[in-house]
């Protein structure tokens, strides 16, 4: 709850500067009414956030402390073949590049925001 509760409220405190560039790009300054209602309640949003969070992690629990019904439906358990262990090795070079495009996406913009 608290990790979720401080990120909320991380995210609240930083939300002029994110949305910052739609302005920045039209060559305006953000209005402060646009913001105003998130930051004025930043606290409440947190809070809401950290019980969203607890009531997430008590139905998970329930849910696992369950035990497991049969299914309905019979089927015979695959083996995954090859290219399923390999997959996940070849996916690193893609996540690493998609991770690299967003950060050299957001190094272009920044320094150009007055």
Known sequence: ??????????????VPFMIRPMWSFSGQ???????QPIQANITWLALLAGLVAVGTVRATI?????????????????KPGRLAQIMPILNI????MSS???????WTIWPSAP
Request: positive net charge; contains cysteine; charged residues 10%.
């Open 100 to 106: 690299r495009c967003s950060w050299v996406g957001w």
């Open 29 to 35: 300054v953000p209005l402060v009414p646009a913001v």
């Open 62 to 78: 329930v849910a696992l402390s369950k035990p497991p019904r049969p299914t309905a439906v019979k089927f015979e358990q695959v």
């Open 1 to 14: 709850m608290v990790v979720v509760a401080g990120f909320t409220f991380a995210w609240a405190q930083a």
């Open 93 to 96: 070079p893609v996540q690493a």
